[in-house]
């Protein structure tokens, strides 16, 4: 079967300018590619009808299907409804269907529909409304010749309730979709060209319908097995056997497969194990509580976490020594140990995490260059810390540290040396 | 003079599956805007020969100045370098200084070049290498007939290193560049089209040569003023006359102007008073602390922060009483009241601030829905609170009461109602 072939185009002077980052497609991609539709490109160009007009028959000549995000504000720069309108050779008519809902949206709020709102209630003619539950703009659904065009506001959380609720159920009705089987390995504290030799024979072996790729990230690289064919089952059944051989040479890195993130994967073996976790951020600064805590469910395992930033706090708070502040210094494995143990005692927790450094760019001394940063943790029975040598860039640094001590909060609950 | 219009493509299968999040272009379109070059269009395609020649085919078709992230790794998936090499008719070949750079690179950690690397010191014959000191892919710069193509590695910390140390300048010295004048205005606390109403006459006495773009985020929105012309001295002057008109209207809710971050704003307020402010994050999770520690001095104004995320810590470490939690809970004003003074006192800073809510998608009660957060700043004299109603997304609960949290700290060192 062929498979159906899409197209992503925002539109945006603040995404082409760089004011905005586009976070939209990448979470369109990942949608899309789960019902079997294949991204060939992304597109991105600015408020004017010329280059968007060039956009559409461009990307309406090599896809069958075109998605939008952009444009659709109340203010006067918005031109993607007037170019879709042009595009398919109708005019914007009033939807009384969406002036409904935007009256209920204001007036649910105690705020009046004011007449820049009112305008977002005029829609191609023909096309087919797609209901937007959290905001303000409608998206739009229209279709000619086997093609299809969808029309989404570009607000990150408005387009993703909308895809989800309305527009993946009708391009799955609409559009026959092939077989691909992606699967996405996570592995942690291993660089690439390293992993690269480990796993090269492995690779050499993969069947000619079965694709890896490489996708770093600070601390992490993702590895994506993606087979194609025809036979879903069979698919599956060939990438578990190849994963299965994988974890033989490379197991102690792996974290977890799919879509899960690292806080998620050291959250699960939390839950599993029944224990709990308190941090000591000092150069993190709150990061690695954030991720952890941007986990739905987490406040089952995760008790808190102290801040001390100031030097003087690693003692009012964790009772860190003055000797040892002042022998070692609080970037020091001393500290660092200390901060470990003494939280995990002072929150209640079974697992203290600490993290200690310069994460630059000032700070610095002789002996300790921007970059040295110190990480433990801490159960009932030991406390493990490394030292990190990292970047000369602050938030390189942070994140850096947060994903190694995740890391070795890790290895420490699946014991792996 | 006519202005440089350039284009920015990024290869791989990881940006266009949605694996990976770019962020690439948004940071060069910025840099890129900064000299006065114009992105007219961003396109992204994935790992494929025949994807690739045809974005460069086309980019060439419409820019002068065309700029490849992406593609550069060791792996065989990586095809930027063979598809520029058939695109400018050439072929690979070894560069010495590349394998030298690359030699130390790996010297310098104690780790020995394999076969592998090794290919990343072959570059298309009679390129300019653009060095990577903090990486192993060189980058490239190609021309003909007046055009230029520059190939740089996907990894965010190696392109942006090799822009700033040799491509912006390159581009610069190269290219005749025209005048732009922006100013980014950044408002928080203010919807966008309630913000719309309020300036609509300003925005309409705009001078012809300038165009306005509402930019809304989570909780922000910024208006950035584009002017072009000729005379660049004459162009500043009629945006900062602009904008000391708009001040007259909205003046309260500007925080800032240019690339300033609200939390740089809000930590210039407090070094400008000489304050320090100390945290209680319950809800938020560590994600103001780690916005605030983002900013590199915030150790002179940053004391800490605790996040009692258990609410037995809520009372052991910060005093909230058992009786409060009892009767009003641990989403209340009163404790959001207690927490705020008293992280101020343990910490020993000039001012509090605390976050207490339902951040969702559990731990709603028929009182409370999800999404119902209280924040409180405290100083030596009052303590302020404000009730937020805000979403079902637990994500965005958390990114928008930190905003609100800042705020709220920014309106009580500015003494703002």
Request: proline content about 4%.
């Amino acid at each position: 079967m062929e498979y159906t072939e899409a197209e992503l185009i925002t539109i945006g002077d603040e995404i082409l300018y760089g004011q905005t980052l586009d976070t939209n497609t990448q979470w369109m991609s990942v949608e899309l590619d789960k019902i079997g539709i294949r991204i060939v490109r992304k597109t991105t160009v600015g408020d004017t009808e010329e280059a968007i007009l060039q956009a559409f028959a461009e990307a309406e000549s090599r896809a069958q299907l075109v998605l939008i995000t952009g444009g659709l504000g109340p203010t006067p720069d918005d031109l993607t409804k007037p170019c879709l309108a042009r595009y398919f050779h109708t005019e914007l008519v009033l939807f009384q269907e969406a002036l409904d809902q935007l009256t209920t949206f204001f007036e649910s709020r105690g705020r009046k529909l004011n007449a820049l709102n009112r305008t977002q209630a005029f829609l191609p003619q023909g096309c087919v409304m797609i209901p937007n539950t959290l905001g303000t703009a409608p998206g739009m659904w229209m279709q000619r010749e086997g093609r299809v065009f969808i029309s989404m506001p570009g607000v990150p959380h408005e387009m993703r309730k909308m895809m989800e609720d309305t527009i993946l159920p009708k391009i799955t009705a609409t559009f026959q979709t092939p077989v691909f089987v992606h699967q996405m390995v996570r592995t942690v504290g291993i660089p690439e060209s390293v992993l690269a030799v480990k796993i090269a024979n492995w690779e050499k072996s993969l069947p000619d319908f079965t694709k890896l790729a490489y996708l770093p990230s600070l601390g992490q690289v993702r590895l994506r097995l993606t087979a194609k064919g025809t036979d879903k089952k069979g698919l599956e059944e060939s990438v578990a056997t190849e994963i299965s051989k994988l974890k033989a040479h490379i197991g102690k890195y792996i974290y977890g497969y799919g879509e899960i993130r690292l806080e998620e994967a050291v959250g699960n073996l939390l839950k599993a194990q029944g224990k709990t976790i308190a941090l000591a951020e000092s150069c993190t600064g709150g990061l690695i509580s954030h991720m952890i805590t941007s986990v739905s469910g987490s406040s089952g395992y995760f008790r808190g976490s102290v801040i001390p930033y100031h030097n003087n706090l690693k003692k009012s708070l964790l009772g860190v020594t003055q000797e040892i502040l002042e022998t070692q210094g609080a970037v020091s494995e001393a500290t660092v140990r200390q901060m470990a143990e003494e939280v995990r005692t002072l929150l209640g927790a079974d697992i203290g995490i600490a993290t200690s450094g310069i994460a630059g760019p000032t700070g610095a001394t002789s002996e300790k260059p921007v970059g040295t940063i110190w990480i433990a943790v801490a159960d009932d029975k030991t406390t493990q810390a490394r030292l990190l040598q990292l970047t000369q860039a602050r938030d390189v640094n942070i994140k850096l540290t947060a994903v190694a001590a995740l890391n070795l909060l890790r290895q420490t609950l699946s014991e792996i040396d």
